[in-house]
């Protein structure tokens, strides 16, 4: 695998842990995103996809944006499966589970917490279709 290539996909995996859990990965999750990379994406991307990834890694702050917009518009794109991977990773790694496993809210705390996310990923869809023309027609 080429450097540049290598050091693509360590940006990802540090951007994709911040947006799922919070935090930067320790090396072996790095390690495992990169070989997971290498064994399941292994055909050419379409151009408007790969630009789409180009385009997080260049902007981490969108990617939140950019994964909900893709998962109304592309469901299965290179993104989302990207993300998908990084998930999981980290829900397979001891220092990770736990992050993958909340504690049971009570009631009140449990509709608050489903309106607020649901609000959340409505605006984030809406902000996301707005950058997504823009980063799918983005260049290296």
Known sequence: MPDDEASALELEARVFARYLVGRVPPAEIVDRYRDANRALFTAPAPPAEAAVVRFVR??????????????????????????????????????????????????VSLVLRVVGLGTMAVGRAALGMLVYPAASRARA
Not at 74 to 102: C, D, H, Q, Y
Request: glycine share 6%.
């Open 58 to 107: 260049r902007h981490p702050w969108s990617v939140s944006l950019l994964d909900a917009a893709v998962g109304i518009r592309r469901p299965g794109s290179l993104l989302r499966n990207k993300i998908l991977v990084m998930a999981a990773i980290l829900e397979a790694s001891p220092t990770f589970a736990e992050e993958f496993l909340p504690p049971a809210p009570g009631v």
